[in-house]
């Protein structure tokens, strides 16, 4: 099968998740592919364009073109707000959330999706209304809601839009990574361990982690976990986490 050429090295929890649907709370994409967007102001892990690893606050960036209209989409995969464009593939569901406040149309890609790339897409769907709308394992569904649904009710069935998705450094410079996914804080930079634990309360208690690192001359990728709360350890604060990072030759 599928699984006979995959090589699977290791896997670990990344970031905190939504329960419910049980994505992290971060933007992640998997194999150049979108998992979910969501600009929430967290830090981001890609594997870069060059395979080195890159730690950085990275934006997502995802528009749609349709005839005159530029859309800014909001998220992928995420649950809708008011005033939002979106876009949802099969990993979301079945089909969209029960929503009367949404317009929606279903896509189908007439060419490989990847990031950095501009892909046509073909409308199969006329606009409707109130969402549970389902969503094709080859397509996806961009939903409109608020004052964002006149935008979606120009779009016609047959018509041919495209969608732009890039992933933006803070310094403005696009790069294509293959992997993305969230973490936060940054509790090491440039070697010297930072002390973050005015941004969130548990950071200074002891508690089981889960941390990502490399070395200063990316050649060497550290993954660490730290039990908690078991007769085997206490867990630790986020700043021991961080010195135990720097002991074991992790920059950032």
Request: proline share 4%; net charge negative; glycine share 10%.
């Amino acid at each position: 099968n599928d699984c006979d050429s995959v090589q699977y090295f290791l896997g670990v929890n990344a970031d905190f998740f939504n329960m419910r649907r049980g994505n992290s709370i971060g933007s992640q994409v998997s194999d150049g592919k979108l998992v979910y967007v969501d600009n929430n102001g967290r830090t981001q892990w890609a594997w870069g364009d060059s395979r080195t690893p890159i730690m950085d606050e990275m934006k997502i960036s995802c528009t749609i073109t349709a005839g005159n209209n530029v859309m800014n989409v909001s998220g992928v995969n995420v649950e809708e707000n008011i005033d939002d464009i979106n876009i949802y593939s099969s990993l979301y569901g079945e089909q969209t959330d029960s929503n009367g406040n949404v317009l929606e149309v279903v896509v189908c890609p007439l060419e490989d999706i990847a990031i950095g790339k501009r892909v046509k897409m073909r409308v199969e769907s006329a606009p409707t209304t109130g969402g549970r709308l389902p969503i094709p394992t080859d397509g996806y569904v961009i939903s409109g809601s608020g004052s964002q649904r006149f935008l979606i009710n120009q779009i016609k069935e047959g018509d041919v839009i495209e969608v732009s998705t890039s992933v933006v450094m803070p310094n403005g410079t696009q790069i294509t990574p293959s992997e993305v996914v969230s973490g936060y804080p940054v509790i090491l930079r440039d070697g010297v361990t930072t002390d973050p634990v005015d941004i969130l309360k548990h950071l200074n208690g002891l508690h089981p982690r889960t941390a990502v690192g490399n070395d200063a001359d990316n050649t060497k990728l550290v993954v660490l976990i730290v039990d908690g709360r078991s007769e085997v350890s206490d867990g630790c604060t986020s700043k021991v986490l961080a010195d135990i990072m720097r002991y074991v030759g992790c920059d950032d």
